[in-house]
C-alpha cells in the first residue's frame, strides 16, 4: 500500500534560520510528486511538482528535491510569511490520478 | 478570478439532513477531483473525473455521498442523511493534460453537521 510519511509534523524557526522539510514514500510506481502550501482555512497551494530522482525546482527561498524514496523542501532564510502547512503528495501508477497525501509539517517562523 | 471556485464557503447541518456542494473547476481542465480534510490530517481523495466520467472512487467513500459532473464542466457532490462523522472541510481540485500534471484546489467547503 502506498505510504507517505511527513517529518517533522511542527517545525519553530527563526526569521533567517533555514532548515529542510521531509517527505518519505512507498509507492509503486512513482508518476509525480507535488509540493504545496496550505493556510488555515485555505485549499492547499500547489509549489512544485517532481518526476523523477535526482531532479530539483526552485521558487524563491523553497527548493525541492527528490530521490528515489524521499523529497525534501529546503527553505533558505525563511521570512515569517512563510509559515504554512506544507503539504507532500504522490500519484502513483497503480493509483490512478488521485494524490496521496502525508499529514503535512506545520512550519512557523517568528521574527 | 480564473481559480476553483467552490460554494458554499461554510454549511452547518442538522444530522440527518442531505447537502450538496458545487465546485466550478478553472476553464478547460478536463479533470476534477474531490477530497476531504479533517483536522491535522492530509486532504482524503474521495472521487475523479475526467470530463463527465467519473473514473475513480475511494473504496472508503460511503454510499451516502455522491456526485456528478454534467456535461464535464461543474460538479456537484451530495451527502446524504449527514452524520457528525462527515464534518470536514471538502476540498475540489482540477488538473489539465495527460499523465501526471498539478492539480489546483478551490478554497473548501466546511461543513459542520450539528
Known amino acids: 500500500e502506498d505510504q507517505v510519511t511527513q517529518s517533522p509534523e511542527a517545525l519553530r524557526l527563526q526569521e533567517g534560520e533555514s532548515s529542510s522539510l521531509n517527505c518519505s514514500y512507498t509507492?509503486?510506481?512513482?508518476?509525480?510528486l507535488f509540493w504545496y502550501r496550505q493556510d488555515p482555512g485555505k485549499g492547499p497551494e500547489f509549489l512544485f511538482t517532481?518526476?523523477?530522482a535526482g531532479e530539483e525546482k526552485e521558487k524563491e527561498r523553497l527548493k525541492a528535491t527528490l530521490t528515489k524514496k524521499e523529497s525534501f523542501l529546503h527553505i533558505t532564510a525563511p521570512k515569517p510569511e512563510d509559515s504554512a502547512t506544507y503539504l507532500c503528495a504522490v500519484q502513483a501508477g497503480n493509483s490512478g490520478y488521485a494524490l496521496n497525501f502525508g499529514k503535512g509539517t506545520s512550519l512557523l517562523v517568528t521574527p | 478570478d480564473t481559480g476553483v471556485s467552490q460554494n458554499p464557503r461554510h454549511k452547518i447541518t442538522k444530522r440527518g439532513q442531505n447537502v450538496t456542494f458545487r465546485c466550478d473547476p478553472i476553464?478547460?481542465?478536463?479533470?476534477l477531483y474531490w477530497y476531504r480534510q479533517t483536522l491535522g490530517q492530509g486532504p482524503e481523495f474521495l472521487t475523479y473525473f475526467q470530463n463527465e466520467a467519473q473514473l475513480e472512487k475511494s473504496r472508503l467513500l460511503s454510499d451516502r455521498f455522491s456526485a456528478e459532473r454534467p456535461k464535464g464542466s461543474f460538479s456537484t457532490l451530495e451527502i446524504q442523511r449527514t452524520e457528525q462523522g462527515d464534518s470536514a472541510m471538502y476540498l475540489c481540485a482540477s488538473s489539465v493534460g495527460q499523465g501526471a500534471t498539478e492539480a489546483f484546489f478551490g478554497q473548501g467547503t466546511r461543513l459542520t453537521v450539528v
Open positions: 509507492v509503486s510506481g512513482l508518476r509525480g
Open positions: 517532481l518526476y523523477s
Open positions: 476553464s478547460e481542465h478536463n479533470r
